[in-house]
């Protein structure tokens, strides 16, 4: 499977392609759309949420309420372009020379030889990933027909967190569903929302960590025999391509540094006839391929680089020092973020699972 997005954050749409879908999986709109909500609910957003209400369309690929084998092409309208439409076609918006740190307003100028950061920034983004849930949402379809759910917490906002979810998966994604922070645990979402407020009031962003998780995975997705064939590492690459996504790790890695092997590892005990493990430090992954237990992946999120005090930048007409300007930015997208990287879990399982079982209808994928 593969898939393509385009379109600019300010532009007419977004669209995407998703290729490799076997026919005949009877596709749920309103789940799609369910979760572009859920992507633009969440504390800390922007002003633009209030004018977007994503909703998909179809546009090829999907007759008769089901996918056809063919590619599924899909599209999200931008509501705010009705705003921009006018001053892009008789380009009377400002040219945008001082390029903001943490954003690749910089890099990207230089790349592509451009004096403009605005044509970076629209496609650098986050907009870009209302697609990318579409397609995750198609692949979750796809994947729950052979019973894996995908769920997931924030567990962290700047310096306020609470332990990961080990166990009870369901009941606490029904909680921190609840929760405009999307946490499990009530009295940390309080502070977190304290915090994001505290770093709104100052003029700036806060970041954080997602606990992202894939339950009833079965053994044997991805492969030992090549770097690009491994679970862990596809799902790296997936969740680092999220903007603003700096760090990820796979089950309790990070603090496992700390432990001796006797005390990271995964014992393999036998329980009612079955191979059974007491603990998942491992994260549902060893060699790079699935081990039957739940995936648990951890996501870090920088703050938003666009902070409403404008950071210290140049001018690259003049190459004189000058401070950057401020461009509408949330104060946090983490717990909106958390959609976003399930979408992207969802992708490089679904892909995996395609891999291992592939057919040309969903008739012979799940047989």
């Not at 380009?91 to 690749?104: E, M, Q, S, Y």
């Amino acid at each position: 499977m593969r898939f393509l997005t385009g379109g600019e954050s300010h532009g007419p749409e977004l669209t995407g392609i998703l290729e490799g879908l076997p026919a005949g999986i009877e596709l749920d709109i309103d789940k799609i759309n369910h979760e572009l909500a859920r992507r633009q609910a969440g504390y800390g957003r922007n002003l633009r949420m209030q004018i977007e209400h994503d909703q998909v369309q179809i546009r090829g690929g999907f007759i008769y309420g089901k996918t056809t084998g063919a590619p599924l092409v899909m599209a999200i309208r931008n509501k705010d372009y009705e705003n921009w439409e006018e001053k892009w076609k008789e380009r009377t918006l400002d040219k945008l020379n001082i390029p903001r740190p943490g954003h690749a307003d910089l890099a990207g100028m230089q790349k592509y030889r451009l004096d403009d950061a605005r044509i970076i920034l629209e496609r650098a983004s986050a907009r870009e990933t209302a697609m990318r849930v579409a397609i995750g949402a198609v692949c979750k379809q796809l994947l729950a027909l052979a019973g894996v759910n995908i769920y997931s917490y924030v567990v962290q906002i700047g310096s306020v967190k609470t332990e990961p979810v080990a166990e009870m998966f369901e009941e606490a994604f029904n909680i921190s569903e609840a929760s405009q922070l999307r946490c499990p645990v009530p009295e940390t979402a309080e502070k977190m929302q304290a915090a994001i407020d505290l770093a709104k009031e100052n003029g700036d962003t806060i970041g954080g960590v997602i606990q992202v998780v894939a339950e009833s995975v079965p053994v044997g997705l991805g492969s030992h025999v090549h770097w690009d064939r491994r679970l862990d590492g596809r799902i790296g690459g997936a969740m680092l391509s999220i903007p603003a996504m700096k760090g990820m790790e796979i089950g309790d890695a990070y603090s496992n540094v700390e432990r001796t092997g006797s005390n990271v590892h995964d014992e393999i005990h036998i329980v009612d006839g079955k191979i059974s493990r007491k603990r998942n430090r491992a994260g549902g992954i060893e060699g790079g391929i699935s081990n039957g237990e739940p995936i648990v992946v951890k996501v870090y999120m920088k703050p938003i680089p666009t902070v409403t005090l404008g950071m210290p930048s140049i001018e690259l007409s003049t190459m004189k020092e000058k401070k950057a300007e401020y461009q509408r930015s949330d104060t946090c997208a983490v717990p909106s973020a958390t959609v976003v990287c399930e979408a992207m879990l969802a992708w490089v399982l679904a892909d995996a699972y395609m891999e291992k079982f592939g057919g040309d209808s969903v008739q012979e994928v799940l047989r």
